[in-house]
Structures are given as C-alpha cells and as structure tokens.
C-alpha cells in the first residue's frame, strides 16, 4: 500500500494524545500508524483511520524505520530516539525543547522560510511562544517589533496528563476543606497561582521565561529583540492566556492592529463593551490562535497591549506539529518508503 509510514512517540500523553487524533483526520498518505509510548502505557489500544493500533514501549526490539515521526515525550527520550528515527530516513518533528536551539524552530505561519533548511528534525516551539509570535508576526512586519512583555496564565495540561489529574482531585479536595501534598506542582494548585514553571536560573528567571525569548527571537529572527516574561501557572485544565507588552519602531494604531490580526487567521474577539475577549475556557478544544484587549499602552507612545489566548494541547503543540508535517508534503520533503 503506498502512503507514508507514521510514528507518534509520546502517543498517550495529553499532547501525543491530540497529535494522533489530528494526524488521523489530516489529508495525508498514511499506509500503517506506529504508537509508542512509555512501558506502563504499552498495550493500550488506539485507532487509525478505522484499523487497531496497539501501543508499544519503545526500545530497541520495537524500534523501526518509518517516514514521518512526531514525537511528544519529553527531552531526554527525544534526544535518544529523534536522531535514531532521523538516521533510519525519518523526518522527525519533535515537541520537546531538545533540538529548539540547534535545529529548524518552526511556527508554519509566521516563519515558513525554516521549512526549506537542510535538516531531518524540526522543532516545535514552546506552547507559550507559539501563540504570542503568532499574534506579533504581523504587527512586526507593519511596524517593526522593537520589545516584548509578557505575562502567561497558563494551563495545568502545559504539564501533562498527571498534572490534570492532579487539580482535578486537589479541588475537590479543597472544597472538602482538605489539602494534599503536590506531586506535579511545587505548591497546591487548587485556588492557587504558581509563578513557577520550569527551574530556576541564576539569574531568577525560570526556564519556562527563557523560552520565551531565545524561541520568540529565533522565530521572528531577531537575535537581539528584548523579551520579558513571567510564566505563571494557573487552575484551568486547558488553554493558555497571555498579557503581551509590545513596543514597536513607529507608531502602531490598534484599530489597524485588529485589522491585521484578522487578516492573519487570527479570531479577533475585542468588545469591552459587551465584555467580548478572548477565554481559555471557550479557546478549549479549538485550533485558533484568539487576540482582544487590543489597545494603545498608555506609558509608552510606541506600545500596545494584547490578551492571547489559544488551546495549549492544540496550536500550542500538536496542531503547530501537524502543520509542519503538512508544509513539508506540500514541499515534497515527506518522502514515502524513505525509512526502508
């Protein structure tokens, strides 16, 4: 049968989860559809396009050569396997922070140009970067980015499966007027905000905010842009919200701005008025980046502000991915049978 040969690495976490759900009903050739996850999750059975799929631990007596390989399973698994999947002929998109700084860091719709580099793993950016470079590309290229601030309030399933669970039972728990020691979290998250996502640098900064700025310079290549963040994480199962900061080269005009988004792809939801912005809680489950709250920022004459918001699981992760496979069939880099 022809078609490509597919891997999920990481496919029964909550973003590995998602990345098969899409890679299913996306438009491409898929001859036969690998599972891999974690030993304690082999067995499991999922479904592709109407065919049983069990899932497998992977190792070396179940590794094979495939073609296309999107991999969800944190850094250390990505670093052993992304480059064995890579070396046996496989275009790998992987969504750990292991290959953002020395492979191809790719948001399809602000930097393509990255698609076209000579290279066998592409990167998925971090959740929180991919939905701000989103909302920032097409003001940069109107008014030339000149800074970033940023505050994120960002999901519990940024963290995974465990950490969903995790509030799920702490608050009810809590409204039981009972706590319980944190496993995922360093602090209870019920009722709670954590800004603390990551570890900590020298510097005070956790890893999660130094993210945002090597990946958002990256991206929009601006190796010298400053970017500011505060990563915070907040008890919403699912969605992540961002407060941006923008300062540009001229003089930006929000209604111009709403404009722009729009025209981009972006949902602009922005009526104070009828308190009309954007919600994790609607953003849920959709693959739309959402943009309101656009507005001039009153101490800086070259700013404006913006609230972002998009599904964390979604383009902040397995969709992005998904594109990135699609943009390379469309430029024939998918070869069928390259792993054989």
């Known amino acids: 049968m022809s078609g490509l040969r597919v ?8 973003v590995g989860r998602e990345m098969w759900r899409l890679l299913e009903a996306s438009p491409l050739p898929v001859s036969s559809a690998v599972a891999y996850a974690s030993p304690r999750s082999a067995g499991t059975e999922l479904s592709f396009r109407g ?13 094979q050569p495939v073609d296309l390989v999107l991999a969800s399973a ?6 052993e396997w992304s480059p064995r999947f890579a070396g046996a002929g496989a275009v790998v998109i992987d969504n750990s922070s292991a290959f953002r700084s020395t492979h191809p860091l790719v948001v399809p719709e602000v930097n393509p140009g990255a698609l076209d580099a000579d290279a066998a793993i592409f990167a998925n950016p971090n959740c929180s970067t991919i939905q701000m470079v989103v909302a ?12 970033v601030r940023a505050a994120t309030y960002q999901s519990v399933s940024g963290a995974g499966a465990r950490a969903l669970d995790e509030l799920v039972r702490s ?10 020691e944190p496993a995922v979290f360093p602090h209870p998250i019920a009722f709670n905000v954590i800004p603390h996502i990551g570890t900590f640098a020298d510097s005070g900064e956790t890893t999660e905010e130094i993210k ?10 601006l190796p010298g842009l400053p970017v500011s963040a505060v990563c915070v994480r907040v008890p919403v199962l699912r969605g992540h919200s961002e407060a941006v900061w923008a300062s540009f080269e001229r003089a930006p005009d929000p209604a111009r701005a709403r404009v722009l988004l729009a025209e981009a792809g972006i949902r602009v939801e922005d009526d104070p008025a009828r308190a009309r912005y954007p919600l994790p ?4 489950g959709l693959e739309d ?22 599904d964390n699981l979604l383009k902040g992760a397995a969709t992005n991915a998904v594109q990135i496979a699609l943009a390379l069939a469309a430029r024939g880099r998918l070869a069928q049978g390259a792993g054989a």
């Not at 065919?51 to 631990?57: D, N």
């Not at 809680?281 to 849920?284: D, H, I, K, N, T």
């Open 212 to 221: 945002m700025r090597q990946e958002t310079r990256k991206i929009l290549d």
């Open 289 to 310: 980046v959402f943009v309101g709250r656009v507005r001039r920022d009153p101490s800086d004459p070259v700013g404006l502000v913006l609230w972002v918001v998009a």
């Open 7 to 14: 891997a999920v690495v990481g496919a029964t976490g909550a």
């Open 74 to 79: 944190g850094a250390g698994p990505s670093r």
């Open 136 to 147: 920032l590309a097409p003001l940069h290229r109107e008014w030339g980015l000149a800074a």
């Open 281 to 284: 809680r609607e953003a849920a």
């Open 171 to 180: 608050t009810r728990r809590a409204l039981d007027g009972d706590d319980e």
């Open 51 to 63: 065919a049983p799929v069990a899932v497998r631990a992977l190792d070396e007596t179940s590794f």
